[in-house]
């Protein structure tokens, strides 16, 4: 009698900690989680495969939804697989970083014909110098009037 109720208790243990991991996997806790700040820019981003031999057969361009030191998420007209290795330029408009070698972590259908990609950096970047200084810009905007 032990032996069975033994038994149904390690049953319910293990479906307990099954339970517990899935709720851990959720995008609240996920975001709980981060460990950087991210900022909500939105600038252009070119996309292209990080090996240069095949930069010129794959180009798409994007717009970024927010940055963080370690990475960025991005909104794209077309999927792209996770675990595969771009070099993303971003416009130097609104942020200095440049070109940077990132990794898809992952890759979700929002619309038809719309993605949404998280991408990790190879090498994090320092986000105190990453926006362009309103101030900066607003001469030539004034310039241009």
């Known amino acids: 009698m032990f032996d069975q109720l033994d038994d149904e208790l390690f049953v319910m243990t293990d479906a307990m900690e099954a339970l517990a991991e899935l709720e851990r996997g959720t ?8 460990s950087s700040q991210r900022l ?18 794959f180009n798409m361009e994007g717009l970024t939804a927010d940055i963080s030191n370690g990475g ?21 408009t609104h942020v200095r970083v440049g070109s ?15 993605y949404e990609v998280g991408f990790r950096f ?5 986000l105190g110098s990453l926006v362009v200084q309103e101030r900066a810009l607003e001469p ?5 009037t």
């Open 27 to 34: 995008d609240r806790t996920l975001i709980a989680q981060r």
């Open 40 to 57: 909500e820019i939105r600038t252009g981003i070119k996309v292209q495969p990080a090996d240069a031999s095949h930069r010129h057969r």
């Open 72 to 92: 960025c998420m991005v909104l794209v007209p077309r999927a792209v697989l996770p675990g595969d290795m771009f070099w993303v330029t971003f416009e130097p």
């Open 100 to 114: 940077l070698f990132a990794r898809c972590l992952r890759c979700r259908l929002v619309q038809e014909d719309l």
């Open 122 to 126: 190879l090498q994090d970047i320092d």
């Open 140 to 144: 030539s905007v004034a310039g241009a």
